[in-house]
């Protein structure tokens, strides 16, 4: 609980200004956040050690506390209201190269998450249900606040219906309020502590 963040919310312009190869096919999603995680001294070409450090603390599901009970409730309500069953809409693989698809395999995966692709200095991910497709994007820019690089995690959208919007603008405070600040804070943690 000691840790504080110094990760923010930053505009979609720190997206869509960048040269991101997993914008070539998500023209009909739209940017939901970006968020900006801190990484010290990070360099240009320190992505694979920060992904490599997240990848050590677990998937968005096994976070603690608050966080872990907003997962339980939301995985309970899926189920209830069916959101995670049957039909949902196509990956977004099947629209990526396949150059792009092979560099990654389905033991990247952070459930809920499905991995797309992971480049040097980007990664993607999917979560395709009735109420959402969206897209966790990882990047790795010059950093807001320094000289250092920084990771940007960036959720792209794309509502199924009005259940879908329904569902984003419910879960939208809770996202920023407790999720995003908790996600921000165990990352922010994996970069100190990573092994050099």
């Known amino acids: ?21 997993i914008r070539e096919v ?7 956040d970006v968020w900006r995680i801190s990484t010290p001294g990070a360099g240009p070409d ?12 677990g998937g968005v599901n096994q976070q603690k506390g608050l966080v872990k009970l907003l997962f339980a409730i939301r995985w309970k309500l899926g189920a209830l209201l069916r959101l995670d069953n049957g ?4 990956s977004l693989a099947t629209r990526l190269p396949a150059a792009l698809t092979a560099t990654t395999t389905p033991a990247h995966a952070q459930p ?17 249900n009735r109420s959402v497709h969206a897209v966790m994007h990882l990047g790795w820019a010059p950093s807001t ?5 920084e990771l940007r995690m960036t959720v792209l959208v794309k509502p199924n219906g009005r259940l879908g919007r329904a569902y984003l603008s419910l879960i939208g405070p809770l996202r920023h309020a407790v999720v995003y600040p908790a996600l921000t804070r165990r990352w922010e943690r994996a970069w100190r502590e990573r092994s050099r």
């Open 112 to 128: 809920p998450f499905t991995p797309l692709c992971e480049l040097p200095t980007e990664a993607a991910s999917e979560i395709v």
């Open 46 to 57: 320190d992505f694979p050690a920060m992904h490599a450090a997240m990848r050590g603390t």
């Open 145 to 149: 606040a320094g000289a250092d690089h």
């Open 1 to 21: 609980m000691g840790d504080k963040s110094t990760g923010a919310k930053l505009p979609d312009s720190a997206y869509t200004t960048m040269p991101w190869r």
């Open 87 to 90: 039909p949902a809409g196509t």
């Open 26 to 32: 998500t023209d009909d999603f739209h940017v939901h």
